[in-house]
């Protein structure tokens, strides 16, 4: 079974950033490839970046791209997201994702597994 618990958010200034971590459970993103995605209130959820397991191909949306960095830590079994530059339209529930394809696929629909999400405030 594979778990994916999201630490890391918080309320922040414009302009500022933060590092949003995804713990997985053993060897899932070695297994797996994975994704962020956010969900603001009264909005679908979309996607935000996603990397491949093996190589690390990574895609962006393009509202983050140039300002997200989405990476990964085999040993410590973590995926991290930081954000630069943050807007306030960037405020959401940042969910961690995992799907058993290899492409980073930008859907929710192709992906298998799901975190609780972390939120995450932007302040004018």
């Known amino acids: 079974q594979v778990q994916l618990v999201e630490s890391g958010g918080g309320l922040v200034q414009a302009g500022g950033s933060l590092t949003l971590s995804c713990a997985t459970t053993?060897?899932?993103?070695?297994?797996?490839?994975m994704a962020w995605f956010r969900q603001a209130p009264g909005k679908e959820r979309e996607f935000v970046a996603a990397?491949?397991?093996?190589?690390?191909?990574?895609a962006y949306a393009s509202s983050v791209s140039g300002r997200f960095i989405i990476f990964k830590d085999n040993a410590k079994n973590l995926v991290y997201l930081k954000m630069n530059g943050l807007k306030p339209e960037d405020t959401a529930v940042y969910y961690c994702?995992?799907?058993?394809?290899?492409?980073?696929?930008?859907?929710?629909?192709?992906?298998?597994?799901w975190g609780q999400g972390t939120q995450v405030t932007v302040s004018s």
């Open positions: 053993e060897h899932t993103i070695s297994l797996y490839t």
């Open positions: 990397i491949s397991r093996i190589p690390s191909r990574t």
């Open positions: 994702a995992a799907r058993t394809g290899g492409m980073p696929e930008p859907t929710t629909g192709q992906y298998d597994y």
